[in-house]
């Protein structure tokens, strides 16, 4: 009888290790390390560590009016979408969406004009986080009466 329990216990055992180890797999899986890029029907990734840290800073108006400046470590999106190979028109039209499903739209023109739109990968000497932990980003569009288009947890830039 002992020995049909031990069997019992062993096999519970494999079958929580096996399932632990399915989850640890699809748990790396889907925090792809990145900025997901959608373009023409194509899709690629763009690493957090090829988006340059280079140093920017700016006031940035939230819903109640007040304005706060902050500074920030992170690349232009132009140039982040270069990077995937992307080129921006003027009549480009641009979705940001968060890992939570939040989204933003903007133009290409704005994209185009330089020290307007950011992927920050830093706020006030703060490293962004993901939803889940991990290097996170946020997009930063200096000039916004409200800073609504701040997409935090900045996980896919579509553009069309």
Excluded at 15 to 38: F, T
Excluded at 67 to 72: C, L
Excluded at 94 to 121: C, P, Q, R
């Amino acid at each position: 009888m002992s020995k049909k329990i031990i069997a019992a216990v062993i096999a519970v055992l494999v079958c929580i290790v096996v399932a632990l180890g399915i989850a640890n797999r699809s748990a790396g899986k889907a925090k792809a390390d990145g900025l997901n890029i959608i373009s023409g029907g194509k899709e690629t990734t763009v690493s957090w560590e090829d988006i340059e840290k280079s140093a920017f800073e700016g006031d940035l108006v939230n819903g109640k009016g007040e304005t706060k400046h902050h500074s920030y470590e992170g690349e232009e999106l132009s140039a982040v979408l270069a990077k995937a190979g992307i080129s921006v028109a003027e009549g480009s039209s641009i979705t940001v969406t968060s890992e939570d499903n939040y989204s933003a739209e903007l133009t290409g023109s704005e994209i185009l004009e330089a020290g307007k739109v950011y992927v920050a990968l830093t706020a006030d000497g703060e490293v962004l986080e993901g939803i889940e932990g991990g290097q996170g980003a946020q997009l930063i569009v200096f000039g916004d009466p409200n800073q609504k288009r701040a997409v935090r947890y900045m996980k896919t830039v579509k553009v069309e």
